[in-house]
């Protein structure tokens, strides 16, 4: 036998059926998004790395991105993001915008990561941003969409959760503990690093960051002080609008949320599992009011989030939540193939049949009708259309049931009626 070539790894075949679900997140996705007045934009698949390097973090540009040299020798990268894309596309047009933007997208990234469940190397990406306005309640709504979403899909408060922070908030906890401003990036990332380590393992982590253990121990009470939200004015704003917008049963204040790229700036937010059955985030973001100045634009406020399809379709699939129906296939009737010599009526059929917006599946040789018939149930198509030399003497056509077995030959020009009813 000869050996079948393999896909990459990491990346995923989208036969019809997994086709189907990202085809249904995309229309949940778009739904949600135009309905809180979101205009739909996308990016290149590819960007010169110096974009990334800007702003979004030395792991992200040194180990998780697919980077190769073009043939004039620059540096490109397959997107492994969209922000920066976005940042620089609003700086290119910074002063012929109407603020503030509201977009958003969904397509392709790629990250160079060990592939795992729920983590791919090939995935695609929800990114939704508000752009220009420097409020508690941009963030707010940001979070009002993500909820609204998750509502869409049939996942409820006790299935999800999404978790708050304030970078601001975390860097005065850093400051009071005598860690200087210069150590927050690694600082943050250790804390971020909490649940996926043990105890000692962390902690000697922190020792190996320059942590003393007083600062270890000031750093422990502030995860464990769920209560601190309290002392960020944004916070207190971002519930209240929460709470007004009717959301507020979606969200929790975490002071673990660090979020791990270096342009967030304020208010950071994540959605995980609420009973942590499955230990990886749903989507995550906040803040980011600096991104644009970084890329060569002035600086303009925002904030906005992303959401890759791989962990939320597992857990859709795990609380049995994607419906049936969307599986069913697209043509609403098989029009057969009696023989050679009506097989011209059999195709002039389907086009009026197309014409007149019914999707039609028109049977691709001349075989027994059994056959055609167990051809159409396999795929699901309920109708089948037959002219046989009696239909077509008379310009009929035969519209057969196959789920019950029932059958009526009328005049073609009732056909249409006939299936749609």
Not at 257 to 273: C, H, K, M, S, W
Request: no cysteine.
């Amino acid at each position: 036998m000869k050996t079948i070539i393999q896909s990459l790894k990491g990346t995923r075949d989208f036969y019809p059926e997994v086709m189907a679900v990202r085809n249904w997140l995309y229309r949940a996705i778009a739904d949600v998004s135009t309905s809180f007045g979101y205009q739909e934009y996308d990016g290149p698949f590819l960007e010169s790395i110096e974009l990334y390097a800007a702003k979004s973090g030395e792991e992200l540009v040194k180990e998780q991105s697919f980077v190769f040299p073009d043939r004039g020798g620059d540096l490109i990268t397959l997107r492994p993001e969209l922000t920066p894309s976005l940042a620089r596309m609003v700086a290119q047009r910074q002063r012929q915008l109407i603020y503030p933007l509201r977009w958003w997208s969904f397509g392709p990234f790629w990250r160079y990561e060990r592939p795992q469940k729920g983590r791919t190397r090939e995935f695609f990406q929800w990114n939704a941003d508000l752009i220009g306005v420097d409020s508690p309640e941009a963030d707010a709504e940001m979070i009002a969409l993500i909820a609204a979403f998750f509502q869409k899909i049939g996942l409820s408060p006790e299935d999800v959760v999404i978790l708050v922070n304030n970078r601001q908030l975390l860097d005065t906890q850093l400051i009071a503990a005598g860690i200087p401003p210069a150590n927050n990036p690694v600082v943050s990332r250790w804390i971020d690093r909490r649940d996926k380590l043990s105890l000692t393992d962390w902690t000697t982590y922190a020792a190996e960051i320059g942590l003393s253990p007083a600062q270890i121990t000031a750093m422990q009470a502030m995860l464990a002080n769920f209560d601190l939200w309290r002392q960020s004015e944004d916070l207190v704003r971002l519930f209240d609008a929460a709470q007004a917008l009717g959301i507020t049963s979606y969200m929790r204040y975490d002071p673990g949320i660090v979020r791990g790229l270096d342009y967030y700036t304020g208010t950071v937010f994540e959605a995980q599992e609420a009973r942590g059955d499955f230990r990886r985030s749903i989507l995550g973001g906040g803040r980011y009011d600096n991104l644009l100045a970084d890329v060569g634009g002035e600086t303009l406020p925002a904030t906005g989030y992303a959401m890759g399809d791989v962990v939320i379709t597992l857990i859709l699939e795990s609380k049995s939540l994607i419906p049936a129906d969307i599986f069913a296939n697209p043509a609403q009737v098989l029009v057969t193939v009696f023989d050679q010599e009506r097989l011209p009526a059999s195709l002039a059929l389907a086009t009026r049949l197309r014409q007149a917006g019914i999707n039609v599946n028109l049977y691709p040789e001349i075989a027994k009708l059994p056959k055609q018939f167990k051809f159409a149930d396999r795929l699901g198509i309920r109708l089948a259309a037959i002219i046989g030399p009696d239909e077509a003497a008379q310009g009929l056509v035969t519209l057969k049931n196959l789920t019950n077995g029932s059958q009526q030959t009328l005049p073609v020009d009732q056909l249409h009626a006939a299936i749609l009813k």
